[in-house]
C-alpha cells in the first residue's frame, strides 16, 4: 500500500497549490480520502474529507470556501485545491485512506510554506 503525496511548496499568501495523493496497492474507489495537516507543535488535523464516490465533502471552518478535494478514481488519485493561503495553513499536509472496517492508511505528507 502505498500513498504519495505532492504538490507541495513555498507560496506567497493569497497565492494557490495544488496537492495530489497517488494511491496504489488498495481498491481506491471502495475508500474515504482525506486531507489533514499538522504544523510544527501542533496536532494534526483534518482539512477536507471526500466520500468514495466524490460525491459528499466535508471541510472545516478554517478552509471552507479556500480548500477544494477531489478524486478520480480511475487516476486512483485524490486532489486538494488551495487557494487564497495563509500563513496559517503553513504545514506539512498529508492524505489518509479509510475504510468502513477501520483500516486506514496514511502518506509521508508534502510541506507546504506560505510566506513573503
Known amino acids: 500500500v502505498q500513498l504519495v503525496e505532492s504538490g507541495g511548496g513555498l507560496v506567497q499568501p493569497g497565492g494557490s497549490l495544488r496537492l495530489s495523493c497517488a494511491a496504489s496497492?488498495?481498491?481506491?474507489?471502495?475508500?474515504?480520502m482525506s486531507w489533514h495537516r499538522q504544523a510544527p507543535g501542533k496536532e494534526r488535523v483534518l482539512v477536507a474529507t471526500?466520500?468514495?464516490?466524490?460525491?459528499?465533502?466535508y471541510y472545516p471552518d478554517s478552509v471552507k470556501g479556500r480548500f477544494t478535494i477531489s478524486r478520480d478514481n480511475a487516476k486512483n488519485t485524490v486532489y486538494l485545491q488551495m487557494n487564497s493561503l495563509k500563513p496559517e495553513d503553513t504545514a506539512v499536509y498529508y492524505c489518509?485512506?479509510?475504510?468502513?472496517?477501520?483500516?486506514?492508511?496514511w502518506g509521508q505528507g508534502t510541506q507546504v510554506t506560505v510566506s513573503s
Open positions: 496497492g488498495f481498491t481506491f474507489s471502495r475508500y474515504t
Open positions: 471526500i466520500a468514495s464516490d466524490g460525491v459528499w465533502t
Open positions: 489518509k485512506a479509510a475504510y468502513n472496517s477501520g483500516t486506514y492508511y
